[in-house]
T-cell receptor, first 117, second 115 residues
Framework: AQKVTQAQTEISVVEKEDVTLDCVYE???????LFWYKQPPSGELVFLIR????DEQNEISGRYSWNFQKSTSSFNFTITASQVVDSAVYFC??????????????WGAGTKLIIKP | GEEVAQTPKHLVRGEGQKAKLYCAPI?????VFWYQQVLKNEFKFLIS????????ETGMPKERFSAKCLPNSPCSLEIQATKLEDSAVYFC?????????????FGPGTRLTVT
């Protein structure tokens, strides 16, 4: 069955430290998409990245980077030189294409990231 | 419009009362998804539509929840006889035809508080 696991419930670091949020997924599909969303205290969902299962290239966007490894079914998210504004809950999600999941997003439980000044 | 609109932003209902939430998808998007986020952050898929047709309703608690997407009207999610456990933020998302698997645009959510 499909599943997304974010084992870290809460992470607290001091500003300017690097931090990695873990995401492990389970799926039987060979074609799927992985996502990261940010949910700041204001509550809205902010889309960060989408990755398809055929593209294992790591991606960097400013201070954000993502490491996708199919061999370990992981899609980890690293924030370099963290800032207070990065404080939020971060969600990893999975969308399958071939199964009968009908495009619904399967969500991890979220990791609450606290950046202390 | 260019954004998914959800109304109201906040809704407070006494236990047993009815609650109705609305979602206007992005113009031209044919898929609409409803997700429930309960207080511990857990997201649960409720239902999806392809135009006005139910696409997937496997997540819907059918006894008290119902949803519709009618032509030329916002989609709606209705909860009859709300319970305390229905307190959550309800997110609506929309997508274009065939991109639903990889591109869902989310609205700002409706926070439902059942007292």
């Amino acid at each position: 069955a499909q599943k997304v696991t974010q084992a870290q419930t809460e992470i607290s670091v001091v500003e300017k430290e690097d931090v990695t949020l873990d995401c492990v997924y389970e799926t039987r599909d060979t074609t799927y998409y992985l996502f990261w969303y940010k949910q700041p205290p204001s509550g809205e969902l902010v889309f960060l990245i989408r990755r398809n299962s055929f593209d294992e290239q790591n991606e960097i966007s400013g201070r954000y980077s993502w490491n996708f490894q199919k061999s370990t079914s992981s899609f980890n998210f690293t924030i370099t030189a963290s800032q207070v504004v990065d404080s939020a809950v971060y969600f990893c999600a999975l969308s399958e294409v071939q199964s009968d999941s009908n495009y619904q997003l399967i969500w991890g439980a979220g990791t609450k990231l606290i950046i202390k000044p | 419009g260019e954004e998914v609109a959800q109304t109201p932003k906040h809704l407070v209902r006494g236990e047993g009362q009815k609650a109705k939430l609305y979602c206007a998808p992005i113009k031209g998007h044919s898929y609409v998804f409803w997700y429930q986020q309960v207080l511990k952050n857990e997201f649960k898929f409720l239902i999806s539509f392809q135009n006005e047709n139910v696409f997937d309703e496997t997540g819907m608690p059918k006894e008290r929840f119902s949803a519709k997407c009618l032509p030329n009207s916002p989609c709606s999610l209705e909860i009859q006889a709300t319970k305390l456990e229905d307190s959550a933020v309800y997110f609506c998302a929309s997508s274009q035809w065939r991109t639903g698997a990889y591109e869902q645009y989310f609205g700002p959510g409706t926070r439902l508080t059942v007292t």
